[in-house]
């Protein structure tokens, strides 16, 4: 990305009097309407790209490093060349953080092989497609604060490589699904008997005052709330390890959390319709929301 040239040629959605989002692509601010990508696009045929979603509060992206050095593994694993330098990609999310008039916002990074003939082996000399938007970052309403939500437990059905934050998001899309046809928040999945992660979150599992979540490797996606939660647990106390966790494990919690970068942290009180603890959400929950919080404002 030529910063500078983004700069010229952008639109800014408030200078102009539009009221349509705002996104970039390829080099380029424009309005999401008149974005487009052409069909053989990897992404669109092949779902041959990653993305990274960023929170920012009061216009300041949190935790932007992690999110970052995430980006940059996943571009890695699967072999796409990283089409910006680090201070490029900075200044890309801010500038379209300022094109927007929320002080909460979460950017939708998604970056695609690029356009070639369709042919499942890499193609040569392709050119990433990188698109980004920005949307409001609502706050989780306080009802679901206060009592908690619901999940529903699943087989983990999804690839092997999790640790890839992959477009191709079929597995989670069918999970998700599953959590609201069932009137759940979210869904805690199983492979091979041990729980992995949500559709699209991490879960972690309270038990004597202590912290517990599934190991970090291929059938997770290290969410950038793991680090943020074993350090919020360390400044407040409270243990905290990655462990095997059976099925049995979760329904005799005395608490189990959700941790994303849009619900940031939230207590699950029922799981397939038994209470998980008291049925409300726990101590562990309020000391690592408050912790929470305070890291936000430090930012």
Request: proline content about 4%; overall charge neutral; charged content about 25%.
């Amino acid at each position: 990305m030529q910063a500078s040239k983004a700069k010229t040629t952008s639109v800014d959605a408030r200078e102009a009097g539009q009221d349509e989002a705002i996104v970039y692509l390829n080099g380029e601010f424009l309005p999401l309407d008149q974005a487009k990508v052409p069909v053989l696009d990897r992404g669109f045929i092949f779902g041959d790209g990653i993305y990274e979603v960023v929170p920012a509060y009061s216009r300041r992206p949190f935790r932007w490093p992690e999110h970052l050095a995430r980006l940059k593994r996943s571009l890695g694993k699967i072999k796409i060349t990283n089409p910006y330098s680090d201070a490029e990609w900075l200044t890309l999310i801010e500038s379209l953080i300022q094109r927007h008039p929320w002080s909460n916002q979460f950017i939708y990074l998604h970056i695609t092989r690029g356009v070639a003939k369709r042919d499942h082996a890499f193609p040569k000399d392709c050119q990433p497609t990188v698109f980004a938007m920005s949307s409001a970052l609502q706050a989780v309403p306080e009802a679901l604060r206060s009592e908690g939500v619901a999940a529903i437990t699943l087989d983990d059905q999804r690839w092997l490589h999790c640790d890839i934050k992959s477009i191709s998001l079929l597995g989670n899309v069918l999970a998700r699904q599953a959590a609201v046809d069932a009137h759940a928040a979210e869904c805690i999945q199983f492979r091979d008997g041990q729980m992995t992660e949500g559709s699209s979150s991490n879960i972690w599992l309270v038990r004597g005052g202590e912290v517990i979540g599934a190991p970090v490797d291929h059938r997770i996606l290290e969410g950038i709330r793991v680090g943020l939660i074993e350090a919020l647990c360390k400044s407040c106390g409270i243990g905290f390890r990655t462990d095997a966790i059976s099925r049995n494990e979760v329904f005799q919690a005395d608490e189990l959390l959700l941790s994303s970068a849009t619900k940031e942290v939230l207590a699950i009180t029922k799981v397939d319709g038994r209470a998980i603890g008291h049925g409300k959400p726990g101590p562990v929950y309020h000391k690592l929301y408050q912790a929470y919080q305070e890291a936000i404002a430090a930012n």
